[in-house]
């Protein structure tokens, strides 16, 4: 389901940049879709009536904005955000990092426990006894819903989905640099993994594909100095295919190819930042909690500081904010406690989806496909 939905929204994005190119260089748009793409024959009726479609679904306006309900519609930003429960998680002391796998079920850590946990009771369901004792962004989980986590010999372990088989995903033999946090990326299966170099005290990322071998680096020349983290704690990939990385004073984000973009060091009320948990939404926002407010906040893609989307102010979030999860399904993120003997976690709801457009945009594709058909 993660999948998918990635992909859909890659899928949205890729067409608006389309339909911005149509607009405004409409000899641009004609090459780019003439392109040979080298279709079986038998596809091309399913290829036409998709394009017609498409091309039907478009009705530019002087803003340039489609008259139809788009996501930017079908989805938006409560006003007062709602935590919709909250509960007990069993075998923690701390809500220190959390992976949703289904709204029923989320892996969470402290520094000394890996557990798979109910949403609805907060019941523990399965536990790891192998995982790296530290309370930062030491697991994941992919596409399939497999949970991956860093061991206490910082090898990188893969745990299938019957909770029996295990299998080293990537093995540690470089002393000189320890994996921190791991974050598998949803649109392409790729693993990020936070490193830190013990002799140094700075840090990396380094992407890994989906058998396990090395596909990238960030900063990308290992001959220079890697400044530009201090220690990774958490890390994520918004929609745009940024990496985002929860470092000590900073929020420190690359674009996909390893380009510095910015680096967020808190909110325009001028506090000193204490990232720890961070995640991003369908809608490319970021979410990072912050230890010295005590507050979740909100960015947009370009690190501009939005809102506070939780305070000790909302009903319900008496802790400090931890760890952060963002569940695609539901759009609600999961928060977890990080105050003391404190094994609180909660389910935030932020985003209003509007699903009586989405009804009717899906009658009028439907209708609108009826009539194509019925006219070839």
């Given at each position: ?207 890994y ?34 990496v ?58 370009d ?36 105050s ?6 909660s389910?935030?709801r ?9 009804d ?17």
């Amino acid at each position: 389901m993660t999948r998918h939905m990635t992909k859909l929204l890659r899928y949205y994005h890729r067409f608006e940049q389309l339909s911005e190119t149509m607009e405004t260089r409409p000899f641009k748009f004609l090459r780019i879709m003439t392109q040979n793409h080298s279709p079986r024959k038998d596809d091309m009726k399913t290829i036409i009536n998709i394009l017609v479609n498409l091309m039907k679904e478009i009705r530019l306006v002087p803003s340039g904005i489609p008259r139809r309900a788009g996501l930017d519609d079908l989805l938006t930003l409560l006003s007062s955000p709602v935590v919709q429960k909250y509960l007990s998680v069993t075998g923690v002391e701390f809500c220190d990092h959390i992976s949703c796998v289904t709204p029923d079920r989320v892996w969470v850590s402290d520094k000394n426990n890996l557990i798979l946990t109910e949403t609805a009771t907060g019941k523990k369901l399965h536990s790891v006894e192998d995982q790296l004792s530290s309370g930062i962004g030491i697991h994941t989980v992919n596409s399939e819903g497999e949970l991956i986590y860093i061991d206490k010999e910082y090898n990188i372990i893969k745990l299938c989905n019957d909770m029996k088989t295990t299998t080293t995903f990537i093995k540690h033999t470089d002393t000189t640099w320890e994996p921190q946090c791991v974050y598998c990326s949803p649109s392409s299966g790729d693993l990020l993994v936070g490193m830190r170099d013990t002799r140094t005290y700075t840090g990396k990322v380094v992407r890994y594909d989906n058998t396990g071998k090395r596909k990238q680096t960030i900063p990308h020349d290992d001959n220079t100095p890697h400044t530009l983290y201090e220690w990774p704690w958490f890390i994520t990939e918004n929609n745009n295919l940024d990496v985002l990385v929860s470092d000590v004073v900073a929020v420190v984000v690359t674009s996909g190819e390893g380009v510095h973009r910015f680096s967020y060091t808190g909110p325009p009320s001028g506090s000193r930042l204490q990232p720890y948990g961070i995640c991003t939404d369908v809608m490319s926002h970021i979410l990072v909690s912050d230890y010295t407010t005590s507050t979740v906040q909100m960015l947009d893609r370009d690190g501009q500081f939005l809102s506070y989307v939780l305070t000790r102010q909302t009903r319900g979030m008496d802790y400090k904010p931890y760890g952060l999860s963002y569940d695609v399904s539901t759009h609600a993120v999961y928060v977890g406690s990080g105050s003391n003997n404190n094994n609180t976690m909660s389910v935030c709801r932020y985003i209003n989806r509007h699903l009586h457009l989405a009804d009717e945009r899906e009658y009028n594709c439907d209708f609108d496909e009826e009539q194509t058909q019925a006219g070839m």
